[in-house]
């Protein structure tokens, strides 16, 4: 008789938790965001790919460079010397470029979450999601958080 009476106890709080969660969940606000359309829009994303369109013409330029530069030493040690000099010379210009791409995206990533989840805040939402993952429901705010990012 304990065992049933301490059985149906153990129902009762599940059935209680449940039904306080399902009460919960009612009151949460949902948002979703479209991060592609949100990064696409970003000032700082624009500016991000010139400045690597820029860097990446540098490096053509530095490649037709090179390969003129060796074509004309005529000494096969020194045409050697100078096309390993030009490669590792490249592969740090390269290197850097990568890095220092990676970290300002970083940064711009950060500050499209962080405006995303000020604005959300400030419209009372409790939660935001992608809108890649959300078959239904929530308010898209994709166009205020595009005003925003600009």
Do not use: C
């Amino acid at each position: 008789m304990k065992r049933n009476l301490g059985l149906f106890a153990f129902t009762l709080a599940i059935l209680g938790a449940l039904t306080l969660n399902t009460v919960q969940a009612a009151e949460v606000s949902v948002a979703v965001v479209d991060v592609p359309q949100i990064v696409n829009a970003s000032a700082q994303v624009q500016a991000l790919k010139k400045e690597q369109q820029a860097k990446a013409d540098e490096i053509v330029k530095f490649i037709e460079k090179a390969r003129k530069d060796v074509a004309s030493i005529s000494d096969a040690n020194k045409k050697k010397a100078a096309e390993e000099k030009y490669t590792k010379e490249l592969q740090a210009k390269k290197e850097k470029m990568d890095k220092d791409y990676a970290e300002k995206l970083k940064a711009i990533d950060a500050s499209i979450s962080q405006q995303i989840e000020t604005h959300a805040k400030a419209q009372g939402y409790d939660v935001v999601l992608s809108k890649g993952i959300v078959l239904f429901g929530g308010k898209d705010i994709t166009e205020d958080i595009k005003k925003v990012v600009k």
